[in-house]
């Protein structure tokens, strides 16, 4: 297999529990616990500003209603995405992907950009997405990959940003799931992580693959899936399993 430039951690939207996920404050928290690579949720504007939010609606991280991706982004930017985590982060802002962009980039981390489109537009997120990692990775060496659940979103990133590697999220293994990320010249598949076990591991990485797992915050849950060898395991629990550890341990303590 080519060379793998993302550690075996991932913070997950950030530090998307101890903060408002997908904000520039997980991010912050995330790397305060020693975490150097991270997955946030990227999606579409009305004008086309690829932006950080994991649900088409904004009710459940917000205070506002309705559909995120009908809203343009001088509105969306105005949106208070910190309150209703805790009132630490009151005023906490959605970022634009230019803002994470600019942030993992002047740190030197890793950034999983899950493409997460609002339903009826997956290929051309993809697209808009592409375009703007080209340009705002470009001279840059910081890793970047895409993953998505939807291969449509996936084949237009592909169309634009051919350069910048691809994986297939699975929640389930659906007809066709190995065929698809293989037509897609994905270089990972990222499985939920009761989903992974010996065999699936064997499958990814015997075809080239790399096998990631998602969302993995349970002490036993990480040591199986450490056990059986996966190259990535995506967490909420940033204050609780070192980065730098072999063996899930609480952060701060000897590996």
């Not at 951690?9 to 912050?28: D, M, Q, S, V, Y």
């Not at 504007?45 to 917000?62: C, I, M, N, V, Y």
């Not at 997405?129 to 470009?138: D, F, I, K, P, S």
């Amino acid at each position: 297999m080519t060379a793998w430039p993302f550690p075996r951690w991932i913070a997950h939207r950030g530090a998307g529990k101890l903060a408002p996920e997908n904000t520039l404050a997980a991010f912050r928290v995330g790397a305060a616990h020693g975490y150097s690579a991270f997955e946030c949720d990227v999606k579409l504007s009305a004008d086309g500003q690829p932006f950080l939010l994991h649900d088409a609606t904004l009710e459940r991280t917000t205070a506002e209603h309705g559909t995120a991706g009908d809203r343009v982004w001088a509105a969306l930017s105005r949106i208070d995405a910190g309150s209703w985590h805790s009132r630490l982060y009151a005023g906490e802002p959605l970022p634009s992907l230019e803002a994470i962009a600019r942030y993992v980039q002047c740190n030197g981390f890793a950034l999983n950009v899950e493409i997460k489109p609002t339903p009826g537009v997956e290929h051309t997120t993809g697209q808009a997405v592409g375009e703007a990692c080209t340009r705002l990775w470009q001279d840059q060496a910081t890793p970047l990959l895409f993953s998505s659940f939807r291969p449509e979103a996936l084949q237009g990133a592909r169309e634009t940003a051919p350069q910048i590697p691809r994986a297939l999220l699975v929640d389930t293994l659906w007809p066709q799931w190995f065929d698809v990320a293989q037509s897609l010249g994905c270089v990972a598949v990222v499985a939920n992580h009761r989903l992974m076990d010996a065999a699936l591991v064997a499958q990814l990485q015997g075809a080239g693959l790399r096998a990631l797992c998602y969302t993995v915050n349970e002490d036993a849950d990480a040591r199986r899936l450490l056990a059986l060898g996966v190259d990535g395991i995506i967490t909420d629990a940033v204050d609780r399993f070192s980065p730098f550890a072999a063996l899930p341990v609480a952060s701060g303590a000897a590996a």
